[in-house]
C-alpha cells in the first residue's frame, strides 16, 4: 500500500500538472489557417494564392518533419516565396492543428492517402512537395500515390530508406497501448519542455535556431499529450514503413531534388540521401557544405533556388518537353 501511494502520488501529481498546462496552451495558442476534414483527419493549413502571372507554375506543398507542425517550414520559406508561386503548408495528420486517427495516418502511405485527398479537395493538380526530414518518407509516399497531382519532389534531410538501431526509448513508450498514454499524460510535458532548450541546439548544429524559433513554430504544441503520442507512432512505425515503401522507389518517375547538409547528424546522409539518388529515376542531389539537419532555415536561399529549377523542370516536363535521363552521380555541392 505504501508504495502504491509512493508511486501514484507524483504520477498524479504530473497528471494534473498535464491537464492545466494544457488548458493553457490551448488557450493562449490558437490556429489560424484553415481546416478540411479529409479521409477520416481534420487537416489544418496555410494556403497563399499567388498574385503572379504564371499559370504553369506548380503549387509548393511543404511538409514539416517529427516533432513539428507547418509554423516551422512556413517560418523558413513563405517570405521569399510569397506571391511567386501559390504555397500550402499542412499540419500533418495528429501534429499541429491537425488531428488524425491512429493506425489509419500514423504510417507514411496513410499520411499520403490523406494529403492527396487535400489537394483534390483544393483543385490542386500541379504541385512539387517539400518534405523534411520524416515527411521525406510521406513526400516518396505521395509521389508514388498522387503521380497525376504530384510533379515533382523534394527532399530536405530526408527519412526515406532502413537505417541501423532503433529510435529513443521515450518514442517506444510513448507509442505503447495504455502505457503509452499515461506516458504521454504524466511525464512527457513536465520533461519535454524541460529538455527543448538542449534538443533545438542539437537538431541545428553546427548553426542556432532563429531568434525566436520556439515562440515562431508553436513549439508546446507538441508536448500536448495527444500531440507528442502521434509523434511517437510516426516515429516508432517508421523503419518498418521505409523497408517496404523503398522498394517502390523505382516507381517514382517525377524530378526530383535531395538536399542534405554534411554535418547532419540526425538523419545520415550516407543511407537516406544516397539511397534516393540510387533509387530514384529523376533525382538530383544539394550537397550543403556545413549544414545539419535544418537547412531550410540555415540555407534557405541556396534550397530555394534549387527549388526554383526544379519548377522549372516540371514545367517544361508537363509542356511536353522530355525529361533527359540522370547524369551517373548528379550532385550540385555548394
Request: hydrophobic content about 45%; charged content about 20%; proline content about 6%.
Amino acid at each position: 500500500m505504501i508504495f502504491f501511494f509512493v508511486v501514484a502520488t507524483p504520477l498524479f501529481a504530473a497528471f494534473l500538472y498535464t491537464f492545466f498546462r494544457v488548458r493553457e496552451i490551448n488557450r493562449q495558442i490558437r490556429p489560424d489557417g484553415s481546416f478540411a476534414e479529409v479521409g477520416g483527419a481534420r487537416l489544418h493549413y496555410h494556403f497563399y494564392r499567388s498574385d503572379g502571372s504564371d499559370p504553369d507554375a506548380p503549387v509548393l506543398v511543404f511538409l514539416h518533419g517529427a516533432s513539428g507542425n507547418a509554423y516551422d517550414t512556413r517560418l523558413a520559406f513563405l517570405a521569399s516565396l510569397k506571391n511567386k508561386y501559390d504555397l500550402l503548408f499542412i499540419d500533418r495528420p495528429g501534429l499541429g492543428f491537425s488531428t488524425g486517427q491512429g493506425a489509419l495516418h500514423d504510417l507514411p502511405e496513410g499520411q499520403a492517402h490523406v494529403l492527396s485527398l487535400l489537394l483534390e479537395r483544393l483543385e490542386i493538380d500541379n504541385a512539387i512537395v517539400v518534405g523534411h526530414s520524416l515527411a521525406g518518407s510521406v513526400t516518396a509516399a505521395l509521389g508514388l500515390c498522387a503521380p497525376d497531382r504530384v510533379k515533382g519532389l523534394v527532399f530536405l534531410a530526408p527519412v526515406s530508406h532502413e537505417w541501423p538501431g532503433g529510435v529513443n526509448w521515450y518514442y517506444t513508450v510513448a507509442s505503447w497501448p495504455v502505457l503509452g498514454a499515461i506516458f504521454c499524460w504524466t511525464l512527457t510535458l513536465p520533461i519535454g519542455q524541460g529538455q527543448a532548450a538542449k534538443a533545438l541546439t542539437n537538431v541545428f548544429l553546427p548553426d542556432g535556431a532563429p531568434q525566436g524559433y520556439p515562440r515562431e513554430m508553436k513549439l508546446p504544441l507538441l508536448f500536448r499529450p495527444a500531440s507528442f503520442r502521434a509523434n511517437a507512432r510516426q516515429i516508432a512505425f517508421l523503419k518498418r514503413a521505409v523497408i517496404s515503401q523503398s522498394k517502390r522507389y523505382s516507381d517514382i518517375r517525377q524530378p526530383a531534388l535531395v538536399v542534405t547538409g554534411t554535418h547532419d547528424t540526425v538523419v545520415w546522409p550516407s543511407i537516406h540521401c544516397e539511397g534516393l539518388i540510387r533509387d530514384l529515376p529523376n533525382a538530383e542531389l544539394l550537397m550543403l557544405d556545413l549544414a545539419g539537419h535544418m537547412p531550410h532555415h540555415t540555407h534557405t536561399d541556396v534550397i530555394i533556388r534549387g527549388i526554383q529549377r526544379l519548377a522549372k523542370k516540371v514545367e517544361s516536363t508537363d509542356n511536353g518537353t522530355h525529361l533527359a535521363p540522370k547524369a551517373e552521380g548528379s550532385l550540385d555541392r555548394v
